[in-house]
């Protein structure tokens, strides 16, 4: 499958790397074109399915500087997140009644937007095996052929079907996304960014208990 990927950082690389190593035909996509790398909007146009791993700020300029006919229909998994740290403190741009993925599928109505893998470091993305056990990631989306293609690339990466938890439509973003400042300071806690969360499910009390 041909895969476009918005943004050069870390996150992007390393997804990079690793779906193209699974024999697909990624691109990654930056704001101007250089001798290595191309833009987004030609990004955008080369992938079948596209990957948001853009600074959480600039994600809508860098989705909108593609043309419409090459979004249309398109779906794009969104692993960002709306971090700001102004004056070294950490915000979120977007939470409480709105998230970063909500913004990006109303801006674009065209995509397809599903939400997964912001919870996680980037080596955890690709290599779950790093942290024993049943841990979790999440999906959020309202398209369920669109969640259907990104759990299939999540198994690509490695991540089972038993760990994969479906938070329903595009607002299940918002607490994906306010997880974050308890991500980060559980890293600085820990002292590794490798790391993820486990969902236990209780027994179900009886009626009248």
Do not use: C
């Not at 996509?29 to 596209?50: N, P, Q, W």
């Not at 989705?63 to 950490?90: C, M, Q, T, Y």
Request: proline share 4%; glycine share 14%.
């Amino acid at each position: 499958m041909r895969i476009g990927i918005l943004g050069t950082g870390t996150v992007a690389r390393t997804l990079g790397d690793a779906l193209g190593g699974a024999g697909h035909d990624v691109v990654l996509g930056s704001r101007t074109a250089g001798e290595d790398k191309i833009t987004f909007a030609e990004a955008v146009a080369h992938g079948e399915l596209l990957v948001n791993a853009t600074a959480g700020a600039g994600s809508v300029d860098a989705i909108g500087a593609s043309a419409r006919a090459d979004r249309e229909g398109k779906v794009l998994l969104d692993v960002s997140n709306p971090l700001d740290f102004p004056s070294g403190e950490l915000r979120l741009t977007v939470s409480n009644d709105d998230s970063l993925g909500e913004v990006i599928q109303r801006a674009f109505p065209e995509l397809r937007v599903v939400k997964s893998l912001n919870t996680v470091t980037a080596s955890v993305m690709v290599d779950p095996g790093s942290v024993p056990g049943d841990h979790v990631l999440f999906l959020a989306g309202a398209d369920p052929t669109a969640k259907a293609v990104v759990r299939d690339l999540l198994g690509e990466l490695g991540w089972r079907d038993v760990q994969l938890i479906d938070l329903g439509g595009i607002a299940g973003a918002r607490g994906m996304e306010m997880y974050l400042p308890l991500w980060l300071t559980l890293m600085q806690t820990l002292g590794t960014p490798v790391f993820n969360v486990t969902v236990e499910r209780g027994r179900t009390p009886e009626a009248g208990q």
